[in-house]
C-alpha cells in the first residue's frame, strides 16, 4: 500500500488542522493506519492509530484534542487536530502496519510510509 499525507501548514497557537493520509494500491481497511510526528531535533513518536477494525488509541499529549477517522470509500485516514500548541510544530507522517493493537504505537512495525506533511504552528 502507498500512502500520500496532505493537508499540512501554518496555523497559529489554538488554531485547527485535519490530515489526510490516502492510500493507494491496498485497500485502507486491510491496515492499521498511525499517525506519527517528528518534531526538529527530535526523534519520531506516535500520535495516534485508526484499527483496521475501527479501534483508535492516542498518545497523551494529543487526547481529547486529536481525532483519527477513516473514510473507507476514499481510502483516507484522517487527522483532526484542534487546539493547536507550538509543540505540535512537526512534520507528520502516517504509515501502515498488520502488527497487534497492542504494538501500533512502536514504529518499527509499521511497513509503509507517507512522505510526511509540515504542520507549523506559530503566532
Known amino acids: 500500500v502507498q500512502l500520500v499525507e496532505s493537508g499540512g501548514g501554518l496555523v497559529q497557537p489554538g488554531g485547527s488542522l485535519t490530515l489526510a493520509c490516502a492510500a493507494s494500491?491496498?485497500?485502507?481497511?486491510?491496515?492499521?493506519i498511525g499517525w506519527f510526528r517528528q518534531a526538529p531535533g527530535k526523534g519520531r513518536e506516535f500520535v495516534a492509530a485508526?484499527?483496521?477494525?475501527?479501534?483508535?488509541k492516542y498518545a497523551d499529549p494529543v487526547k481529547a484534542r486529536f481525532t483519527v477517522s477513516r473514510d473507507s470509500a476514499k481510502s483516507t485516514v484522517y487527522l483532526q487536530m484542534n487546539s493547536l500548541k507550538v509543540e505540535d510544530t512537526a512534520a507528520y507522517y502516517c504509515a501502515a502496519t498488520t502488527v497487534i493493537w497492542g504494538r501500533v504505537t512502536e514504529d518499527e512495525h509499521y511497513i509503509s510510509w507517507g512522505q510526511g506533511t509540515l504542520v507549523t504552528v506559530s503566532s
Open positions: 485508526f484499527g483496521w477494525s475501527g479501534n483508535t
Open positions: 494500491g491496498g485497500t485502507v481497511r486491510r491496515y492499521t
